[in-house]
Each structure stands twice: as structure tokens, then as C-alpha cells.
């Protein structure tokens, strides 16, 4: 049944209102990591940290810190349900059975969030995760969902009955005109979409909406969502495979800059020690496109395709099906997840100018579950733009941890650490782009 939003957000008057109800509520490439972190790096020590990329939205300025304790404090007191962890020991992902071991679903069982360390500084909250790699990873998309939801839940507190009613009768009948033009699309060609919008999300009755909303509207060429638990609810695809956390963390632990240069291969050396088929995708920008593909040896041209992070999506395309023709592979029979910030009309512009060039699927995220823009009423003196916010690796066993992105507005880490890495693997800065 199709929950009345408006009515739910107007009659908050629970003690509290849990915006993460269970630990399956992550994205799917959380677990494929933690299975490699647990067997190859049980023992490494890892801080994430929060960082706010829109600073004109001060987060401790609208958000009360009393509320964002409780929901932390609720996160700790999750654990793994008996029916989540039989769902995923017996169920298939991309196509292969059993892909978590027994012994790792035996160390879900006992998982928990582990403490967290929260001050407020200047208007906006300093939140960090420090313990073993194993237990904090886990924080990252719980910690985003919950700042997320709960600024949206401050800025709706002031509208009325009335207003909400609106507020989301827009964003839906908006939604649905994303969905017509994906129709169209789709009847055009080929097209492949999943739903990547749990980190940034309006709130998870939201997002659930919305993959519904697609379930409905695109049938066949809706693939999946990242989100394991409407995965498993919705009896969809769990859609994901890893992030620029494995990276910076092995980069991080390199003694030597040649050791430093090969981190990035080592993580994938140890990817496929595990994983196989279509989990095989490259994530190139952690330290520069160009040099990545630059530097790398011919096996990983061999792997299934590869997903573009920080470059506008068909710059970035074509640069991987240019590689891939100079390495003798057919970019055709490749995949390309085109994921970075796309928006109804990067999709189109995208899938249209790539069709035939190779196979190209669409991760669809904050403009899939967070977009309200021109749907408050007028009058309801109220914003709800989401910020850019990212939970990230900053320190690896006591050394910092760096992330130089295709996109200089998202470099992270020390200035000279900044430095040492783009002489190391021989980054060449371009013009900054809007993070």
C-alpha cells in the first residue's frame, strides 16, 4: 500500500520516528566491500568522516543535535534479522548463488554499528567514525540518510496539512514526467536503470515511492536498487559493486610511491579474488581517469566495463571505449554505469549519443529521491535542496587518506598529501567543475 506521506510527516509525535529501521537499509556494494574488508583487512584501523560539500546549507544550524543522537544511538541498537541473513545466503546476485560466505553471514549475525565521535563547530556538525575498517564502513550510508532525512524532516516542520499535501503531490506528478520520458526512451532502444538514491534520499518512504513508481512505469528496463532492503522487499535486483573507499585505503596503507602507484591494481587483484562476471567493474577516477587507464595492466581491459564517477558522462564514455579499442577489446559487448549526479536530461542526452557504442546502464540518484525543486508552495518559507554531503575515508592507520577524483571540487585530504599523489601518479589538473 502506498503510505499517505503528507499525513505521516504532519503527525510526528513519536519520541522518535526511526529514519533507519534496519542495518539491511545500505547500499548493496556496502556488503560486497565489507566481505573483502572482513577477509583480506580484518585488522586495519579507518576513520570516516562526514563532509558537507554545499556549505551554504549548514547542516547544525537546522538540525537539532538532540535528534541526530537519538537516531545514531537507534543505528547502534540494529542488528542483522534472522529472515535478512537467510535472504542473503539463498539468494542469487548477478546471477550466481551463495556470493556471501557462511562464515561472513556468521559475522553479520553479530554485527553492530560501532561508536561515533559528533561535536558542532561554526554550524555544522563534525562527525567521525574511527575503529576497524570492518565495523565503521558499515556507518557510511546510515549516517547520510539519517542527516539527510532529518533536515528535510526541519524544513517541513513549519508546513501545514495543506502545504505537505502539495509539497508531495508535486514531486510525485514530477517524478511521473521522468518516467514518461524514460518510457520514450526506452521505446527508442535499449535502456538499462537502476535506483542509486539511498545516500542522499528525501527519507526511505520516499525512495520506496519512487523505485515503485518505476517498477510500474519502466517494467523490464527498471534493472534494480542499490538499497538491499527494497531489494529484498520489492523482490528486485540488488545493484552494486565497490567504491573509492578500497583505494584510498590501500593507497593510504603504500610505504613506497611505487607501492602507492600500484594500489589501485591491487585493489582489483583482490576483488577478483572474490568476485567474478558482471561484479567485475572498474571505478577508475579514485586518483585520475586518465592516468588510471594510463598505468593499467592489460587484464583489467578484460574485466566486464567499468563505471565513470567525476567526468561529464559521455567525455567519460568515450574516453573508456577509446581505451578499450586500443587495448583490442570490443566496447560494444562492454558496460559503462554512468552514476555521477545524473539528472532526466543527462540520461537522455547520454543514452541516445552512447547507444551502440557500448552497453550503458544509468544509476539514477538524488535527482531520482530527492528532487523538490518547484514543489514547495509558495509561502511555505521552507528549502528543500539537498546538500552534498559524503562520508568518507580520513585517516588509515593513523596516516591520511586522500581521494583526487576527476573532479578537483571533490579532492579530499592534506595539501601536501594532495600534491604527493598527483606527482605520484601523474595527475594534470583541468579546470574545476561544481562539486
Known amino acids: 500500500m502506498i503510505p499517505d506521506l503528507s499525513t505521516r510527516v504532519y503527525n510526528h509525535s513519536f519520541r522518535i520516528d526511526p529514519i533507519v529501521r534496519t542495518l539491511l537499509d545500505t547500499d548493496f556494494y556496502k556488503l560486497l566491500m565489507l566481505q573483502m574488508i572482513w577477509r583480506l583487512k580484518p585488522k586495519t584501523r579507518v576513520t570516516f568522516g562526514l563532509k558537507n560539500r554545499s556549505p551554504a546549507i549548514r547542516l547544525a544550524d537546522t538540525i537539532a543535535e538532540s535528534e541526530l543522537v537519538a537516531q545514531l544511538d537507534h543505528a547502534r541498537g540494529l542488528r542483522f534479522q534472522k529472515n535478512e541473513l537467510i535472504w542473503l545466503a539463498g539468494n542469487s546476485f548477478y546471477g550466481k548463488a551463495r556470493i556471501f560466505d557462511s562464515g561472513f553471514l556468521d559475522y553479520l549475525a553479530a554485527f553492530r554499528l560501532p561508536p561515533y565521535e559528533l561535536c558542532r563547530r561554526d554550524g555544522e556538525f563534525e562527525l567521525r567514525f574511527p ?156 586518483f585520475g581517469t586518465t592516468n588510471f587507464l594510463a598505468a593499467a595492466p592489460d587484464w583489467a581491459a578484460d574485466w566486464t566495463g567499468a563505471r565513470p564517477d567525476s567526468k561529464p558522462p ?74 552534498s554531503l559524503v562520508c568518507k575515508v580520513s585517516e588509515v592507520e593513523g596516516r591520511p587518506a586522500v581521494k583526487l577524483s576527476d573532479n578537483p571540487g571533490k579532492f579530499l585530504g592534506p595539501t601536501d598529501e594532495i600534491a604527493r599523489y598527483e606527482r605520484v601518479f601523474g595527475y594534470h589538473r583541468g579546470l574545476p567543475r561544481p562539486a
Open 131 to 286: 575503529g576497524l575498517w570492518r565495523e565503521t564502513t558499515m556507518w557510511e550510508i546510515p549516517a547520510l540518510a539519517i542527516l539527510n532525512e532529518l533536515r528535510a524532516r526541519a524544513a517541513m516542520r513549519s508546513m501545514s496539512r495543506f502545504e505537505l499535501d502539495i509539497l508531495y503531490a508535486r514531486a510525485k506528478a514530477k517524478l511521473w514526467s521522468k518516467v514518461e520520458r524514460l518510457r520514450v526512451l526506452a521505446r527508442e532502444g535499449p535502456l538499462k536503470l537502476s535506483d542509486f538514491g539511498t545516500r542522499r534520499r528525501h527519507g526511505f518512504l520516499w525512495q520506496r515511492w519512487c523505485v515503485e513508481a518505476l517498477q510500474e512505469g519502466l517494467l523490464q528496463n527498471f534493472i534494480g536498487t542499490s538499497n538491499v532492503k527494497l531489494a529484498m522487499d520489492l523482490g528486485l535486483e540488488a545493484i552494486g559493486t565497490n567504491a573509492h573507499e578500497l583505494p584510498m585505503v590501500y593507497a593510504a596503507l603504500a610505504d613506497t610511491d611505487e607501492a602507492l602507484r600500484q594500489a589501485p591494481f591491487m585493489v582489483l587483484k583482490d576483488w577478483a579474488r572474490l568476485y567474478d562476471g558482471n561484479l567485475r567493474v572498474l571505478l577508475p577516477d579514485t
Open 314 to 387: 559521455i567525455e567519460a564514455a568515450e574516453e573508456l571505449i577509446a581505451w578499450w579499442k586500443q587495448k583490442g577489446q570490443d566496447p560494444t559487448a562492454k558496460l559503462i554505469v554512468l552514476s555521477d549526479a545524473m539528472t532526466i536530461d543527462s540520461i537522455e542526452a547520454s543514452v541516445r549519443h552512447l547507444r551502440g557504442k557500448a552497453q550503458i546502464s544509468i544509476g539514477w540518484g538524488t535527482n531520482l529521491t530527492n528532487d523538490f525543486s518547484g514543489c514547495v508552495p509558495h509561502g511555505a518559507g521552507t528549502d528543500l535542496a539537498p546538500p
